[in-house]
């Protein structure tokens, strides 16, 4: 089945310590999202990648960042993860160009910081 | 901020019961959607609702949509066990389509179906 993958989907590291998050999809589609999901929060997006153009939100902190090697893969990186970084990460994707449009997204990486 | 606001934040129902879920936004948009997620999960696409539209329905799902009040509502009927979950709603703002869809997400109503 076409799916949108996560791994992993636990991750546990230390302060200050970079992690990279992993997303990969069968879908086909040019846009890949990245979510942060804090506590009982509305998902909140960070940036996303149409084709290989990178567009950050605009209060999106300098730790994070991703890459898009190709169309089926998008990775978040952390570079010093604060206590605050802790949250539900979730990738999502969709098809570009449409107005109306689901997005489908992964079951997410959920991320401690000690 | 652009998110929307979701009313209740929690409802407890029993099964077989109708729950309502209520859904305000900000800024004018393209089209409204529903999505659930399980406890710890990724989120699952429900429902599109276009801004032309007023009224969807899809299984036991039934969404409205008033733009001139700038809400949205969400009936599930005939509540069942595994509709425990929380809802959001989601908007795509208005104006020059771009490549990608970019979701303004409400805050949840976390929905408990009481057996």
């Known amino acids: 089945d076409a799916m949108v993958i996560q791994n992993p989907r636990y991750q546990v590291t230390q302060f200050g310590k970079p992690v990279t998050l992993s997303c990969s999809q069968t879908?086909?589609?040019?846009?890949m999202y990245w979510y942060q999901q804090k506590s009982s929060q509305a998902p909140k997006l960070l940036f996303h990648?149409?084709?290989?153009?990178?567009?950050n939100e605009a209060d999106t902190p300098d730790n994070f960042q991703s890459r898009r090697p190709n169309t089926s893969f998008c990775f978040l990186d952390i570079r010093s993860p604060g206590l605050g970084d802790a949250a539900m990460y979730l990738c999502?994707?969709?098809?570009?160009?449409?107005?109306?449009?689901?997005?489908?997204f992964g079951p997410g990486t959920r991320l401690t910081v000690l | 901020s652009q998110q929307g606001e979701e009313d209740p934040q929690a409802l407890s129902i029993q099964e077989g019961e109708n729950a309502t879920m209520n859904c305000s936004y900000k800024t004018s948009i393209n089209n409204l959607q529903w999505y659930r997620q399980n406890s710890g999960r990724g989120l699952v696409h429900l429902i599109l609702?276009?801004?032309?539209?007023r009224e969807k329905h899809s299984g036991r799902l039934r969404v409205t949509l008033d733009t001139s009040k700038k809400s949205s509502s969400l009936l599930i009927t005939a509540s069942r066990a595994a509709d425990t979950a929380s809802y959001f709603c989601a908007t795509v703002p208005s104006g020059i389509i771009q490549g990608a869809q970019k979701l303004v997400f409400g805050q949840g109503t976390r929905l408990t179906i009481n057996p």
């Open positions: 999502a994707t969709s098809r570009a160009w449409l107005p109306n449009n689901e997005q489908f």
């Open positions: 879908l086909n589609h040019n846009v």
């Open positions: 609702i276009r801004s032309n539209e």
């Open positions: 990648y149409y084709d290989k153009d990178f567009n």
